[in-house]
């Protein structure tokens, strides 16, 4: 893959690599799409026009300390939603929520991967000598290593960051979408880091907050905890409608922390509401422990600030 691509060419690009986004999503496209991912059929020149495209697109590589990743920016919502649908829904006209500004890829079969490794191993099978190789056996060592054939892939929409209007922090339209981008991908990149290097700290509401945390300071270059409220939805009384209602009923430690359980069934509006508050409660004093971290170490680089907050998991929760 290019390491950087700008312009309405970056879906094209992708397209020689991943040939399934050349199939149009829809019940018709299943098939199709179980023959190119599964099987590794390649379309060298394939359709493309159920993507608008944007000279605003773009594609790069960031360097983070659990390995380079690919960031895919799409400018067009409506290329973020036909790109997921294809890329992580199988080519299913899924529904993509309206608040969704990004995703994580983790496992895309990169059959280009595959079919040089085939090229390489056939041609020095021969130049050894070797007159019948068994690519067979090859194909199952070499797939049994993850690394060696699928691909990860950020994907981000344009637009502000959780949705949140700009005059709801005094920004101008403009400056805020440029934060909104550099939070959105310094965020996602945070959860590819943490999910690499703490694969048995997955825990949804405090990924969230260091994520946001990373996004905000690459952003702003400080931490703002008062954004962060804004981004969740909670206030010093508690909760006042925002993203913290999505992560209510995981169980984590952060919530078991909050003297919560898990709900193991639908409760009413005001227990609900209840729960949220406390949640509220324990995340503030969250929110200014992070701060002080943060102001502790200024000028630190954003991932090495991911990093950090990290070895601060046990005692923040």
């Known amino acids: 893959m ?16 991943y040939s399934q986004l050349f199939i149009k999503p829809g019940p018709d496209s299943e098939e199709v799409y179980r023959d190119v991912v599964g099987n590794g059929k390649i379309v060298e020149d394939g359709d493309l026009s159920h993507f608008t495209c944007s000279e605003n697109d773009s594609l790069s590589y960031v360097e983070t300390p659990a390995g380079d990743v690919c960031v895919i920016t799409l400018n067009e919502r409506e290329d973020f939603e036909t790109f997921i649908r294809i890329m992580a829904k199988k080519c299913r006209m899924d529904d993509i929520p309206a608040n ?3 995703y994580i890829l983790d496992g895309v079969i990169n059959w280009r991967k595959i079919y040089a490794h085939q090229a390489e191993f056939l041609a020095q099978s021969y130049k050894e000598g070797t007159t019948e190789p068994d690519w067979d056996a090859e194909f199952e060592r070499f797939t049994s290593d993850r690394n060696n ?24 339209e403009e400056a805020w979408l440029d934060h909104s981008y550099i939070i959105r991908k310094y965020h996602e990149c945070t959860h590819f880091i943490c999910r690499k290097k703490y694969p048995d700290k997955i825990d949804a509401i405090w990924d969230e ?3 946001d945390a990373v996004g905000i300071y690459a952003a702003f270059g400080e931490y703002d905890a008062d954004m962060e409220k804004v981004f969740l939805g909670i206030g010093d009384d508690g909760y006042i409608g925002g993203r913290l209602e999505n992560y209510v009923n995981d169980n984590s430690v952060v919530v078991r922390a909050a003297g919560l359980l898990p709900e193991s069934e639908l409760v009413g509006e005001a227990e609900k509401k209840e729960r949220l508050d406390k949640l509220s409660y324990k995340i503030n004093d969250m929110l200014e422990e992070i701060t002080n971290i943060a102001r502790d170490n200024t000028g630190i680089p954003p991932f090495e600030f991911a990093l950090l907050l990290e ?7």
């Open 2 to 17: 290019v390491n950087e691509q700008y312009g309405k060419q970056v879906i094209e690009t992708l397209a020689q690599i």
């Open 209 to 211: 907050l260091v994520a």
């Open 149 to 172: 054939y699928k691909d990860v892939l950020i994907v981000l929409s344009a637009g502000p960051y959780s949705n949140i209007p700009a005059s709801k922090l005094g920004f101008e």
């Open 311 to 317: 070895e601060q998991y046990d005692r923040l929760t």
């Open 100 to 102: 969704q500004g990004a």
